[in-house]
């Protein structure tokens, strides 16, 4: 015996009552009863959906900076702060004529996260340095298959036409780098001058 | 034995030792960091003053203090000097300026560089750098160059510490130009292109504190802490053929010399080795390097506990389970 919790077992004679089982049956039945009136605990989805916080954490985005470059460039401290080891990637070097594509000169050729290992932890948009990695208040969607949980670019990465506001999930300390003058050109994009 | 006390410890040293040499002698927390001194090359340090130390007393015969800090890499020990690195809170202060001297036009591409991760200057700046700049100025810029097919300077990364210069100067013969132009357009130059063609060109990338030169065929393709490093030697004519792979997968990614607790490599190697031989079966592997666990290249490669040595040796010679080998105690990563 380790917790202590255990409780001996009394088998005793039931009363009469008891034995008619007519008052538990109707006791249990008020209780059915009354949950007529109250208000239901669940809600009827996909029709009404519940609210969510304006942060929460879904499915992940890729954002594009302004100009509709990706931000994202490869750096893999995503990776290394996922706990569930959920992202994969790999790094490829622009070309020139790829500037409007990608906004520095290394980006990702491949980046995959795994939805099943995910956790939505949101420890990757936390080490993202460039303000790539961002997740989102949509659900991850249901799959009949394995592979198809592992999102790769075409699913991750922000559409031109559907974009995606993060300003909520921006902290504090992050608004007020991007908002410091001194800081801005600290944090540049060099360009390569050779290739000018 | 003259004897110098560092930071309340007193140490032997031999005559002739430098300050740092006479720490790095006991190791541990009073070793100053350095970014441009460099044990294995002749005439390095004095440039970057981040080894700077303070000392109390100068020797037996004069026992003043000193008037300002010192380079403890181009200060020689003396019998009854006591010197105060990590214990003087004035000399953290100075540090922590320093490294925002060296930072100012350094840029901030970590996420880019491909030094990220066993950069010496990321270390120096996460223990005493500042969380803002205070620079208002433009940087200065340098187009990136292609030191022949396998190296690449990234000019703005430069903190000039000149071990790539000295690296040169000890591997060819000739003197050329290491450094054209002076402050803040000071240039590496001229010298290590010129070099390129030795043979032992390739270690100016493992003596690069920062990413300012890197290899050009691992360019962009792992970042550090993804790969992992394995020990392992061939039989080389050139040079002593120890080596560092780093693999990702079954791939070796990049093969760089072997480096030791200070960031500085053991033994130089030959270009064959470094670029060409990028395939298992051209290497003799030894096992996994060590590498500290509090360093991000460990970070996510889980290993079971080193098992202690008598107690692997007391399980083997009591023939408790005969199943157990030697292979299976030690760390198979």
Known sequence: ?196 | MPEITIDGKKIEFAQGMTILEAARSVGGDLVPPTMCYYSKLKDTGGYCRTCIVKVESESVKNPRALPKPVASCRTLAQDGMVVKNQTSPEIQEARAGIVEFLLINHPLDCPVCDQAGECSLQDLGYEHGKMNTRYEFERREFPQKDIGDKIKLHMNRCILCYRCVKTADQITDGRVHGVCSRGDVAEISTYIEKAIDNDFSGNIIDVCPVGALTDRTFRFKSRVWFTKPVDAHRNCDKCCGKVRLWYKGEEILRVTARKDMYGEVEEWICNECRFEKKRTTDWQIEGPSQIDRHSVISANHYRTPAMKKDLSNMILNSGIDASVSSADLTDKA
Do not use: W
């Open chain 1, 1 to 196: 015996m380790l917790t202590n919790r255990s409780k001996s077992v009394v088998k005793k004679e039931m009363s009469l009552v008891e034995k008619l089982y007519l008052p538990a049956i109707l006791s249990g039945m008020a209780i059915t009863f009354k949950h007529i009136f109250k208000k239901p605990a669940t809600v009827r989805y996909p029709e009404e959906k519940r609210e969510m916080a304006p942060i929460y954490r879904g499915h992940h985005v890729l954002k594009r900076d302004d100009s509709g470059a990706e931000r994202c460039t490869a750096c893999g401290l995503c990776a290394v702060a996922c706990p569930a080891e959920a992202i994969t990637m790999d790094a490829a070097e622009r070309k020139p004529g790829e500037e409007h594509l990608y906004r520095e000169e290394k980006y990702a050729a491949k980046y995959e996260i795994n939805m099943l290992r995910c956790i939505f932890c949101g420890l990757c948009e936390e080490a993202c340095p460039k303000e790539a990695i961002f997740l989102t208040d949509t659900l991850v969607n249901p799959e009949v298959a394995r592979d198809a949980f592992i999102y790769g670019k075409d699913k991750l990465v922000e559409r031109m036409d559907h974009r995606i506001d993060v300003s909520k999930r921006q902290t504090a300390d992050v608004a007020m780098f991007k908002h410091s003058e001194m800081d801005a050109k600290h944090n540049k994009v060099y360009k390569d001058k050779t290739k000018q």
